[in-house]
């Protein structure tokens, strides 16, 4: 079992940063894949970014590729997102999520563990 809790979350105006945190709970924190999600209101839940268990290798969506980065610290058992030249298009809430195996995937379905979300909020 792994229990996730997001934080980082806010209001900030087009442009700026963020850095969303993710904790997680459970012994083995490090044999999981993690993923970032965001879902805005009426629109289905996307895929943002995703690291392997050793951060060799990640994903990203189209739209935030060249401006989000996600790291891991393992020792921590922590995930982030940071979260550069925000736009309002960007305004979700975020999601972190946990994939049993090393296989870096980008559909929410194959994800087990899922936290509750933090709010992103991007003015123009």
Same mark, same amino acid.
């Given at each position: 079992? +792994?229990? &996730?809790?997001?934080?980082? $979350?806010? &209001? @900030?105006? /087009?442009?700026?940063? &963020?850095?969303?945190?993710?904790? /997680?709970?459970?012994?083995?924190? !490090?044999?999981?894949? #993690? ?7 009426? =629109?289905?839940?996307?895929? @943002? /970014? /995703?690291?392997?268990? $050793?951060?060799?290798?990640? %994903?990203? %969506?189209?739209? @935030? ?10 020792? =921590?058992? #922590? +995930?982030? &997102? ?24 980008? !559909? ?8 509750? $979300? !933090?709010? @992103? !909020?991007?003015?123009?």
């Amino acid at each position: 079992q +792994v229990q &996730l809790v997001e934080s980082g $979350g806010g &209001l @900030v105006q /087009a442009g700026g940063s &963020l850095r969303l945190s993710c904790a /997680a709970s459970g012994r083995t924190f !490090t044999y999981y894949v #993690m993923g970032w999600f965001r879902q805005a209101p009426g =629109k289905e839940r996307e895929f @943002v /970014a /995703a690291i392997s268990w $050793g951060g060799a290798n990640t %994903a990203y %969506a189209d739209s @935030v590729k060249g401006r989000f980065t996600i790291s891991r610290d393992n020792r =921590k058992s #922590m +995930v982030y &997102l940071q979260a550069n030249s925000l736009k309002p298009e960007d305004t979700s809430v975020y999601f972190c999520a946990a994939k049993k195996d090393n296989i870096v995937t980008t !559909t929410p379905p194959e994800y087990h563990y899922w936290g509750q $979300g !933090t709010q @992103v !909020t991007v003015s123009s």
